[in-house]
């Protein structure tokens, strides 16, 4: 399976993880390990995750941070990650990225 990032998803991540660089010891850490068992679920099953309301893309929530993963699927082989979003945002943040 191949894992693709959208350049703002990228900037979404680099933001929340300095973020939590701030908020404390270790969140930075726990965000991001966190944020990889959320993409190797998604690899895993990549169907398996509930489609989002205002678009055609799929959405992980993180077991310990109040953020989701957006994501396209392409079978067969193609996850591309759209938006790395907390839940306090509007829920159209980033709603227009492919």
């Known amino acids: 399976m191949r894992v693709e990032y959208h350049d703002e998803a990228v900037d979404d991540i680099f933001n929340a993880i300095e973020y939590q660089r701030k908020q404390g010891p270790n ?7 966190d944020l990889i068992a959320a993409i190797a679920g998604i690899v895993g099953a990549p169907i398996r995750w509930p489609i989002w309301r205002r678009g055609p893309m799929r959405y992980y ?4 941070f109040q953020y989701s993963v957006c994501y396209d699927f392409e079978p067969p082989d193609l996850i591309r990650v ?3 979003r907390h839940h306090a945002q509007k829920p159209s943040y980033g709603i227009k990225r492919r």
């Open 27 to 33: 969140q930075a850490e726990r965000l991001q390990q």
């Open 61 to 64: 929530m993180l077991d310990t």
């Open 82 to 84: 759209l938006i790395f």
